[in-house]
């Protein structure tokens, strides 16, 4: 069966700092890979998605980046966090057909302090 | 692409009563609506899921119904009960070549004793 791994579950990183989170996927090959953030209590805001190794698209001008060095992994990183990038993060992959649902990862609770 | 609109943003229930929220897309080649149902501090997670070739289908206390003539489909939930307080999002997906999942804006559902 199909397993996604995200990992930290929480972290606290002082503004400036690099950040570096990672999602794993097993199970199945060439998923498309997601990055979303989500606000308290607000809806879930598409950062990334790839389609495939080196195949990723920016959905929202912002200081992070995301990176897909093998085909089941998906990093999201930033050189200088914000503030205002504290929030949920969520990594999902989906089957890529037309009919798929998303599954997510546990999701990384970051705060910059 | 596909837009997908879901209302209302939130929703107040009493125990016992039942919960309606709707959701309308705009891609008539649309044939997956599924719904996820994301609890306080956890992942979002589908909880069902209807094909273009049905009109309506039921899961214990959960229904889900589909207008494709109006585009829209709707999440029920009958008898509500305090566990069912959470934030619910419905699912479409973007026409593009990169078949983009999108979510809806996300109902908070607070169901009170």
């Known amino acids: 069966s199909q397993t996604i791994h995200q990992w930290p579950a929480t972290l606290v990183q002082p503004v400036g700092s690099p950040l570096s989170l990672e999602c794993t996927v097993e199970g199945t090959s060439n998923p498309n890979l997601y990055w979303y953030r989500q606000a308290a209590g607000r809806g879930l805001q598409l950062l990334f998605y790839s389609i495939g190794i080196d195949q990723i698209s920016s959905e929202v001008p912002q200081n992070l980046s995301a990176s897909r060095p093998q085909d089941r992994q998906f990093i999201l990183s930033s050189k200088k966090l914000l503030l205002s990038d504290s929030g949920f993060y969520l990594c999902?992959?989906?089957?890529?057909?037309?009919?798929?649902?998303?599954?997510f990862g546990q999701g990384t609770r970051l705060t910059v302090v | 692409g596909e837009n997908v609109e879901q209302h209302p943003s939130t929703l107040s229930v009493q125990e016992g009563d039942s919960a309606v929220i709707k959701c309308t897309y705009s891609d008539s080649a649309s044939n997956y609506f599924p719904w996820y149902k994301q609890e306080l501090g956890k992942r979002p997670q589908l909880i069902i899921d209807i094909r273009s070739n049905v009109g309506e289908k039921k899961d214990q206390r959960i229904a889900v119904t589909l207008n494709k003539t109006a585009k829209h489909f709707s999440l029920h939930i009958t008898e509500t009960q305090p566990e069912d307080s959470a934030v619910y999002f419905c699912?479409?997906?973007?026409?593009?070549?990169?078949?983009?999942?999108?979510f809806g804006a996300g109902t908070q559902v607070v169901v009170t004793p």
């Open positions: 699912q479409g997906m973007t026409t593009d070549s990169w078949g983009k999942l999108q």
């Open positions: 999902a992959w989906s089957g890529g057909g037309p009919d798929t649902e998303a599954f």
